[in-house]
């Protein structure tokens, strides 16, 4: 990981290949202490997991992918869950045929680069169980 710009509220960090997507930024938010922020990501990667997450059953369904396909667009945010890091991130995926795939990140392996634009909010966001959905929410009482 290299981070190509940095100020106050914003970084600009660009993933190298075989870097981990949410394990890479949830270590930097770690080590910066971020405890609030939103992220926006283009590149490309070789390995994927989504999720999609079925209200009924409270629970994500896991659909994973092993081919090289373009970041068209990663949108997500950090908050706090146990005091820890959380990065929630969603995003679309382009394959070769330029179908495009999309949902939750659960995991992702970067093929050729993967750039991100990191906002850094002042303060703390934090997640807590919602009892409808069966999520860790932003909670509004943090």
Do not use: Q
């Amino acid at each position: 990981m290299n981070v190509i710009i940095l100020n106050k509220k914003i970084s600009i960090i660009s993933l190298s290949p075989e870097e981990e997507f949410i394990e890479s930024l949830t270590r930097y938010c770690k080590e910066n202490k971020i405890s609030a922020g939103y992220l926006t990501a283009i590149g490309a990667c070789k390995k994927l997991k989504l999720a999609w997450y079925n209200l009924e059953t409270k629970s994500y369904e896991d659909h994973e992918y092993s081919e090289d396909m373009e970041i068209s667009g990663i949108i997500g945010n950090i908050a706090l869950i146990d005091g820890k890091p959380f990065i929630h991130a969603h995003g679309t995926f382009a394959k070769r045929d330029l179908t495009v795939i999309g949902g939750h990140i659960r995991s992702m392996i970067i093929s050729a680069a993967c750039e991100v634009r990191l906002e850094v909010f002042e303060g703390k966001i934090e997640r807590k169980h919602d009892e409808f959905t069966g999520l860790k929410l932003m909670s509004c009482n943090a």
